[in-house]
């Protein structure tokens, strides 16, 4: 025996002497607590010491029920931690492969079995949520016949589809027959939707709500007790004779001649993209409505599996779980740092990003000086911000009393003294060297000695940026995403000089303002805007070659992006684009380098020379009619042909593939700094598509036609590209170094 299978022997004993400590059966005056409790973890899960603490738990409530059926009345359900039930184990779950299907499939019938007996053991059983309750933690709950929560703002769900999923546990069998098929599948299932527990209880997902955590269990004492005669109150009603799924299923004639309409509602909101979780929802929901619950509680198990053993589940669990709680815990924060909150934050420039930027910050409590040239221009940004909220309070997310309160905290102001007792600044005027020293030379003069210098550019380098002021230490790029109150990330900059202070700052504000950050170093066009660009910009080399821009804009959905490129580049604006090229191209040429216009940019330039620069000039790829909905300009087609054969498939991937070459490029230039933070801000930021795990992800879990998954997969198609379209998507070295040595890019610079 090796060292590594005496590791893996230990670990095993390890847990099996654990494992009946993570459920434990108390007796307590005729009611039967489970009480979950894992020792090993500081949330429960559905780990393998849940599972064999689980079934001993049940073994044990059978013999006592046997021994003595008077002696358990009712059983409450009620976790020892702060959180009810996390869900499962997602560590173990990424671990397996289509080999070990018959092992996963034994498992979760196993886990089903155990929640079966429960809510068929004859007693009335209550789930006291007393926090988050989200995939595995619902389930559980599902199972019992009553479900209390306690108020607050933690979340219940079933989010598995966000991961590549689909509640493997009963909770699309349970929720079908609660709710019906529509509602199960719209309300809660194919958007994973959260809920916090007043919503829970309106929606009837829960059936009471405490005030407090201390109301919790006396609360489903008090309904077991007066449920004791009750049988109906210790069945589920689809162990009840009589029971019809609400809406009927789909042999039911009203609704199946709305059947049909699904998957094509699905089809539509999806785009086309190969989005399998939501498929195998659909599918599942509606094959189970047929069946009885326990051969659909099999069909639910078979679909989970399956998407279990698939590599999309692993990419999107790999971003949406692991990435993004890395982040989360900080992992891209220099360390040692005290954490420091801002009360009060001075934006510089009040169009729309800047009034976005004062919007989230008011929304979180901090005073907001919002200068401008003048007072009108900062008042106009305020207007912005009011026409926002007023929007919101129409629909009825935010109160009248909630939106006045924000708006009070925004002080617009043209006089660079009110920003004297300002903690950080923000500017963001427009991308201009020149304009951005000097406002941020006349903000350094104004405010305290020790305030953060941010700047919210997207293109122009942060060192450069530093050279206007007296302290470059001070100076980080803090680059917001538009809208600001709706895209979720924030990319931190950092520039030559900036200190490892001015960095954490900088993540506690993304933090403060509910953003997710991630930090970068410095180049021009930093991470985001630099990849961002070579999907716009292929998108216009595309249109250069007289593909069909109808084809290109839908090939983009069929690949997962949220948004169409051409239309993206009208929103940009073609000439701020020029512009942009314009700057960078004095900048390289005064480092000494050559510049070479692209083919993308030459087709920019036409469009420009022909009166259209974009959106804003009502005229770009698209024409915007007063009386209509935008649509792609019949004259491109004039302008550069429409009828150059192309495969979709080579469409997408030159979408998919430009991206991630680049990002490997960006990751080997040390620009990126973690693989972690480049697969969440190609998601967050730039519209990676979500179900790929992100731009590095999708080269570590590239599935291949033929098959084969990873590296190699992605560097034969990269060649196979550059073979066709050019050698920008050639694979770059860290990617050759990956195939050359079998390991992946996150096993080369995680």
């Known amino acids: 025996m090796d060292a590594g299978e ?9 847990t099996l002497m654990n494992t009946a400590a993570a459920v434990r059966l108390e007796l307590e005056g005729g009611i039967a607590h489970l009480v979950l409790d894992d020792p090993n973890a500081s949330a429960n899960t559905m780990n393998a010491a849940f599972r064999e603490g689980f079934a001993a738990a049940l073994d044990e409530l059978d013999a006592a029920i046997a021994d003595d ?16 039930f996390a869900g499962g184990d997602l560590s173990e779950l990424v671990q397996t492969t289509p080999e070990t299907a018959q092992f996963l499939f034994d498992q979760v019938e196993g886990i089903k079995a155990g929640l079966r007996r429960l809510e068929r053991i004859g007693r009335p059983v209550v789930a006291a949520i007393n926090g988050a309750a989200l995939g595995g933690g619902l389930e559980l709950a599902l199972a019992a016949h009553r479900r209390i929560a306690v108020a607050g703002r933690y979340e219940l769900g079933l989010p598995e589809v966000t991961l590549g999923l689909l509640p493997g546990g009963g909770g699309i069998t349970r929720l079908v027959r609660m709710f019906g098929i529509q509602e199960a599948l719209t309300g809660f299932l194919l958007e994973g939707r959260r809920l916090k527990p007043a919503e829970a209880l309106e929606r009837g997902l829960v059936d009471e709500v405490v005030e407090s955590a201390e109301a919790l269990v006396p609360a489903a004492a008090a309904w077991i007790e007066a449920n004791t005669e009750n049988t109906d109150a210790a069945t589920q009603p689809w162990d009840r004779k009589g029971f019809r799924i609400p809406g009927g299923t789909p042999s ?10 699904f998957p ?14 939501p498929k195998a929802i659909l599918a599942a929901a509606v094959e189970g409505a047929q069946v009885d619950f326990d051969t659909a509680s099999r069909i639910e198990s078979r679909w989970f599996v399956r998407l279990a053993t698939g ?3 692993k990419n999107m669990t790999q971003a949406f779980f692991f990435d993004l709680q890395a982040i989360g815990k ?6 040692g740092i005290p954490q420091r909150s801002v009360k009060r934050l001075a934006v510089l420039g009040a169009g729309m990003m800047g009034a976005g930027i004062a919007q989230v910050a008011a929304g979180v409590g901090i005073e907001v000086v919002l200068k401008d040239v003048s007072v009108e221009a900062a008042d106009r940004g305020l207007g912005h911000v009011r026409r926002a909220l007023d929007a919101r309070v129409a629909k009825g997310r935010m109160t009248e009393d909630a939106r006045d309160a924000v708006l009070a905290r925004i002080h617009p102001t043209d006089q660079a003294a009110d920003l004297a007792k300002c903690d950080a600044v923000v500017e963001a005027v427009f991308e201009s060297l020149e304009l951005k020293h000097r406002v941020l030379a006349e903000a350094e003069a104004a405010l ?3 305030a953060l210098l941010g700047t919210n550019t997207s293109t122009l380098p942060i060192t450069l940026l530093a050279e206007g002021v007296s302290r470059p230490t001070d100076v980080i790029g803090i680059h917001f995403f538009s809208p600001v109150e709706k895209m979720p990330l924030v990319e931190i900059i950092v520039g030559q000089f900036t200190s490892d202070e001015a960095i954490a700052r900088a993540f506690d504000l993304a933090v403060q303002l509910r953003k997710t950050p991630i930090v970068v170093n410095d180049r021009r066009g930093f991470f985001t805007s630099r990849v961002f660009g070579t999907f716009a910009l292929e998108a216009a080399r595309m249109v250069g070659e007289g593909v069909d821009p109808v084809l290109i804009e839908r090939a983009a959905g069929l690949a997962g992006f949220p948004g169409q490129p051409l239309a ?16 960078a191209k004095h900048i390289e040429e005064a480092a000494g380098n050559e510049w070479v216009t692209t083919p993308s940019s030459e087709v920019v330039n036409r469009l420009v020379d022909l009166g259209r620069s974009g959106k804003a000039a009502g005229a770009g790829f698209y024409e915007y009619p007063a009386d209509g909905p935008k649509h792609l300009w019949p004259g491109l087609r004039d302008e550069f042909g429409g009828s150059t054969p192309i495969d979709v498939r080579d469409v997408q991937d030159r979408f998919l593939f430009a991206m991630s070459v680049e990002t490997i490029k960006v990751l080997e230039e040390d620009v990126l700094r973690r693989v972690a933070d480049g697969n969440i801000g190609s998601i967050f930021g730039i519209g990676f598509p979500p179900h790929t795990g992100g731009a590095l992800q999708f080269v570590d879990g590239y599935e291949a036609a033929d098959g084969r998954i990873g590296p190699a997969a992605f560097a034969r198609r990269a060649r196979e590209l550059a073979d066709h379209y050019g050698e920008r998507f050639a694979p770059p070295v860290l990617l050759l170094e990956a195939v050359g040595t079998g390991r992946t890019i996150r096993q080369l610079r995680r």
Do not use: C, W, Y
């Open 69 to 84: 059926p008077a002696s358990v009345r009712g059983v409450i359900i009620r976790s020892a931690k702060s959180i009810f």
């Open 568 to 583: 993206m580049l009208d929103e940009v604006s073609l000439g701020l684009l020029q512009h942009i090229e314009g700057a």
């Open 252 to 261: 039911t004639p009203a609704f199946a001649a709305t059947l049909p309409a």
């Open 6 to 14: 005496m590791n893996v022997e230990t670990d095993v004993t390890t």
């Open 448 to 450: 305290p000695a020790d």
């Open 311 to 313: 590599q999309q589940s």
């Open 264 to 277: 094509a509602t699905l089809l539509a909101k999806t785009k086309g993209a190969d989005l399998r979780a």
């Open 330 to 335: 900080g992992i891209s924060r220099p360390a």
